[in-house]
């Protein structure tokens, strides 16, 4: 492979300087390699030639497919002036005719074709006029070979590749061209022999000429299979690579002893019995730091979970044992949040806690970083102010990171060298994350799951709602209003966008307040200075304004318990995961809460089911798993990272688990035997893994 990635794709035959460097800009080939393992995104059937009369019964269920007809073109017509300009034939196969269009190279393409000529035309039918017509159909003059071609990969091309007169048949010419180049000489094959034989798989020049030019349908699934196991395989050998080196380099420091902190925090100052899910993770977050080795650990739960309470009491261990601990949030509205609920329980056992933001006065800061190097303070509560390079601690032994996918790797970076010992680290989501994606993602850390909410509250009610219900929904917001509750509305936009139908937030903050004018409206977004939004904010959590209209900026750290209702407009436009991270901000008190989602009664089927999803369930890991199957895991809130190699060409996370699962623990199992893999049979495991990652940079110190 690394032979392949040193020849430059301009010296294949067809490429030449200018084209490479079309695909240089457009689609990052820049050399065999790359091409080879440019896959199509889709196939289409080239094995048959129908006849027009078929048409419609081919039709007739749906969707036209593409398909390809055999027979001549009876007449041209030149239409139209200028950028109106038209090629018109007709072309007849002896059983029917169809009209064939061109809108562009009319000229060009009329000279090129003749009347009387036998040809195979390409394409998908559409109807106009009550009369099938093909549009910029591909064309050949017809040979018998073409009677079967069998599947052909459709690849993706961009804009101005077609304005430099690329199309995918191009791609599927280099393509063919690489792999005449290529053939009789065998690909070495990074994969293990046992691995390929345990599941059959196809020799990998097999597997990439399939998946270019499959013979069959049955020998594309096989590539397929072969080729999304391989790259799963080796993301995952990777990641595990990292986590075990990372282990074995870092030693942890030792917390053995539960002591008085913990042990009257559990017996005192507990404000309601732990779940049995937090036990769980507390137990497993325990055995981590007895362990000798450092703590890497992802902890899920969903909004109300009680995470924060967890995270408190694994930061009582650390003093327990000697040491200080930190929380870094990524909003001075979160941290506050944080550092009210915690030094409020923590003082109770004489732990003092301290609250350090980028507004943090030089007077309280000439108090609290004393406190930070001499021991005084235990618990520091923070933002991104907590890696400055003035923050020095005593000994800091526990790390927990808030919304951790809201900082960077290099952000996080600078809290692991405030200790000679890296810290143990706790990275905390309340974004539920898929458990595939998961593996993929977060595949070096250890994860948490507390999948139970707490004795007590209350599920959110979530309902479906149109424009046209608008008045209704009023009238129930009026009733909240009445009764002392307070409100969300939610909007996607600040401001008119003219493409875009969508209610915006200046609009709709002028309409609520002429709606409700009884009461005190507050509005926040996103490009706000933060002292207006910290001003708004405070309006709404001290209950002097009842209602709240924002964007999606309050999704995590607002704390309001009596917020029991969340209006959504256009909810159609945001992602499953959001809706349910702005839910969770309704039902934090002991009222019953209510969620609904505004949207327009015109919406297609699709979105309608996305949105009735919502209405079904509370379980954010099940919405999690229906988000990333509808959307895929780009489109994931909360999952991107900077450092982490997540750019598949073929595997999907969304459907493919079970290869996931499978090639992690094949991967586990080679890491187990042999960590560093530095024996002899691991050895082209190594330099596939070189090669694969060598761009990336080793982020094996950070979670």
């Avoid at 009210?340 to 030089?362: D, H, P």
Wanted: aromatic share 8%; charged share 25%.
């Amino acid at each position: 492979m690394e032979n392949l990635a040193k020849l430059d794709i301009k010296f294949l035959h067809g490429v030449g300087p200018k084209r490479a460097e079309i695909l240089a800009q457009e689609l990052g080939i820049r050399s065999y390699y790359d091409l080879l393992y440019y896959f199509p995104f889709r196939y289409i059937d080239r094995s048959k030639i129908h006849k027009i009369n078929e048409l419609r019964q081919l039709g007739e269920n749906g969707e036209m497919p593409y398909l390809q007809l055999k027979g001549q073109f009876a007449a041209f017509a030149v239409n139209g002036e200028g950028v109106r300009r038209r090629l018109n034939a007709l072309f007849y196969d002896g059983t029917g005719s169809i009209d064939v269009v061109w809108f562009n190279k009319v000229k060009i393409i009329q000279e090129s074709l003749r009347t009387g000529t036998e040809y195979i035309i390409f394409g998908k039918p559409t109807i106009y006029n009550s009369r099938y017509s093909i549009t910029h159909p591909e064309i050949d003059p017809y040979k018998p070979e073409m009677e079967n071609q069998g599947l052909k990969g459709v690849y993706t091309i961009t804009d101005k590749m077609r304005n430099r007169s690329f199309s995918t048949r191009t791609i599927q010419q280099l393509i063919q061209n690489l792999l005449n180049t290529l053939k009789g000489n065998r690909i070495d094959d990074p994969l293990p022999t046992d691995i390929i034989a345990k599941y059959r798989f196809l020799p990998l020049n097999e597997a990439l000429t399939n998946i270019h030019t499959p013979a069959s349908v049955q020998m594309l699934q096989r590539a397929q299979f072969r080729l999304k196991y391989d790259e799963l395989f080796f993301l995952q050998l990777d990641l595990l690579r990292h986590s075990k080196f990372r282990s074995i380099k870092n030693g942890g420091h030792r917390f053995t002893r539960v002591g008085k902190y913990f042990n009257d925090f559990y017996n005192h100052v507990l404000p309601f019995p732990l779940t049995g899910a937090q036990k769980k993770v507390i137990k497993e977050i325990r055995a981590d730091m007895g362990s000798g080795r450092q703590m890497n650990r992802l902890l899920q739960g969903d909004v109300g979970s009680g995470k924060t309470l967890v995270a408190l009491m694994t930061m009582l261990l650390a003093i327990d044992n000697g040491f200080q601990a930190c929380i870094m949030a990524p909003t001075e509205i979160l941290a506050r949040q944080h550092y009210e609920t915690i030094s409020r329980l923590a003082s109770q056992v004489g732990v003092k806690v301290a609250l350090l933001t980028g507004s943090t006065s030089k007077k309280n800061r000439d108090i609290i970083l004393p406190g930070l190097l001499n021991g005084d303070i235990g618990i520091t509560v923070g933002t991104h102010a907590l890696i400055e390079d003035t923050v020095e601690f005593a000994r800091l032994g526990m790390v927990v990171i808030d919304e951790q996918h809201r900082f960077g790797v290099a952000q996080r970076a600078k809290l692991w060298g405030k200790n000679t010992i890296p810290p143990h680290i706790l990275v905390m989501t309340a974004t539920p994350i898929p458990r595939t994606l998961a593996m993929t993602v977060y595949g070096d850390l250890d994860v948490s799951i507390i999948d139970e909410l707490p004795p007590g509250r209350k599920p959110v009610q979530t309902i479906l709602r149109y424009d046209n219900h608008r008045h209704e929904v009023y009238r129930f917001i009026g009733s909240q209003l009445k009764a002392g509750r307070q409100i969300y509305i939610v909007y996607p936009l600040i401001q008119e966008n003219e493409k875009l139908d969508l209610r915006n937030l200046e609009e709709g903050y002028e309409i609520i307040k002429e709606t409700f004018p009884d009461y005190r409206v507050c509005f926040v977004h996103g490009k706000m200075k933060p002292s207006e939004k910290e001003y708004q904010m405070q309006l709404f959590v001290t209950g002097k304004a009842q209602i709240m209209v924002a964007t999606t900026v309050i999704e995590v750290g607002v704390n309001v318990p009596n917020a029991t209702v969340m209006l959504i407009e256009n909810a159609e436009r945001f992602g499953l995961s959001q809706l349910h991270q702005l839910r969770g901000r309704v039902g934090r008190g002991a009222d019953s809460s209510y969620c609904i989602l505004m949207s327009n009664v015109k919406i297609s089927g699709p979105t309608r089911h996305r949105l009735e999803v919502m209405t079904q369930t509370s379980d954010g890991f099940v919405i999690a798993e229906e988000d990333m199957r509808l959307r895929g895991p780009g489109d994931m809130e909360g999952t991107q990272q900077s450092g982490i190699a997540f750019n598949l060409h073929i595997a999907d996370i969304a459907k493919d688990g079970q290869i996931i699962q499978a090639a992690r623990n094949d991967a586990m199992r080679i890491i187990d035997d042999d960590p560093l893999l530095t024996s002899p049979q691991n050895a082209r495991l190594a330099r596939q893994l070189q090669f694969l990652f060598k761009r990336k940079q080793d982020w094996s110190r950070i979670s």
